[in-house]
């Protein structure tokens, strides 16, 4: 969660903006889903939803990859091809931009990031500038996840080969028993056996 916290967090303070909300694709979601927030205490997840995959602005931001400036669409649609926006990004004024985080041609993820303190105007460097840091954080989480995927791999791994060792001296102990109770049957009255 740290790391997720941190990107927000990166990507917020480049626009001066006072936090926002990372979302990622999540295992059996379909769609992204708010994973974290920055400020934890300002932003906190519960309030947003998950942006299916199926959303107009997922699919905009999928295609184009630009960054989605709320206010710059509700002065002018016809930049943003009018697309539809979620419920929340309508209501909530205190966000500002969309991020997608891409990651070889593909968006991994979004970030929401509310207004940045007056004045400000996201001119093309800024935009330019953002876009190069999400694709750095997109890569840093990339590899956050591989990190976590190896590492419980190789606690599978090691759970594996442990239960390997225990199923083998099982194995061994039954097949000892069973010959002592094969042979207990043919030697019983045999005093060396017993």
């Known amino acids: 969660v740290e790391t997720y916290e941190n990107s927000v967090r990166a990507i917020a303070q480049i626009v001066g903006s006072q936090g926002g909300v990372l979302f990622l694709p999540l295992d059996g979601v379909a769609g992204f ?12 997840r519960s309030r947003y939803p998950t942006l299916g995959h199926d959303e107009e602005l997922v699919q905009f931001l999928q295609r184009k990859q630009w960054v989605f400036d709320l206010s710059e669409y509700r002065a002018s649609p016809d930049t943003y091809q009018s697309i539809a926006l979620p419920g929340f990004l309508r209501e909530r004024q205190k966000l500002r931009l969309v991020l997608p985080l891409v990651l070889q041609g593909e968006v991994l993820g979004l970030v929401a990031l509310a207004e940045p303190p007056p004045p400000f105007d996201l001119t093309w ?5 953002i876009k190069t840091v999400g694709r750095h954080v997109a890569t840093h989480l990339a590899q956050h996840e591989a990190d976590r995927r190896l590492a419980e791999s190789r606690q599978f791994e090691a759970y594996h080969r442990l239960t390997a060792f225990v199923m083998h001296d099982l194995k061994n102990l039954a097949a000892q028993l069973s010959l002592l109770v094969a042979n207990a049957e043919k030697h019983r009255r045999n005093p060396d056996f017993v």
Do not use: Q
């Not at 927030?37 to 906190?44: E, K, L, Q, V």
């Open 33 to 44: 889903a708010p994973v974290a927030s920055w400020p934890a205490g300002t932003f906190p």
């Open 125 to 129: 460097e800024d935009r330019d500038l």
